[in-house]
């Protein structure tokens, strides 16, 4: 059973910056690729970014291509999303998310892929 806990969202005006960070517990956090998802209000969980075990490999939705970036630090069990250049759009709640991976390029866009979910750290981006 692992839990993850998102932490770092809040309130900012278009053009600024967040980082958002997602402690994992109860679990090996390297045999696991991450990933980020959110959801706005009345839409779809979307995917946002991924990052292999060992941080080698890195995938982002169109989206955010540019603007966001997807670390992990295995020794401190902890992914990180750092957001620059927000806009309105990127408002919703972001999740972070655990998928077993026995390869260490391995990383899925699909929210249906990952086994474990954190409870959601919400971010709103003022115009």
């Known amino acids: 059973q692992v839990q993850l806990v998102e932490s770092g969202g809040g309130l900012v005006q278009a053009g600024g910056s967040l980082r958002l960070s997602c402690a994992a517990s109860?679990?090996?956090?390297?045999?696991?690729?991450m990933g980020w998802f959110r959801q706005a209000p009345g839409k779809e969980r979307e995917f946002v970014a991924a990052v292999s075990r060992t941080g080698g490999s890195t995938d982002y939705a169109d989206s955010v291509k540019g603007r966001f970036t997807i670390s992990r630090d295995n020794a401190k069990n902890t992914v990180y999303l750092q957001m620059n250049s927000l806009k309105p759009e990127d408002t919703a709640v972001y999740y972070c998310a655990a998928d077993y991976s026995p390869h260490l390029t391995y990383t899925s866009t699909s929210a249906y892929a990952y086994d474990y979910w954190g409870q959601g750290t919400q971010v709103t981006v003022s115009s």
């Open positions: 109860g679990g090996t956090f390297s045999i696991y690729a």
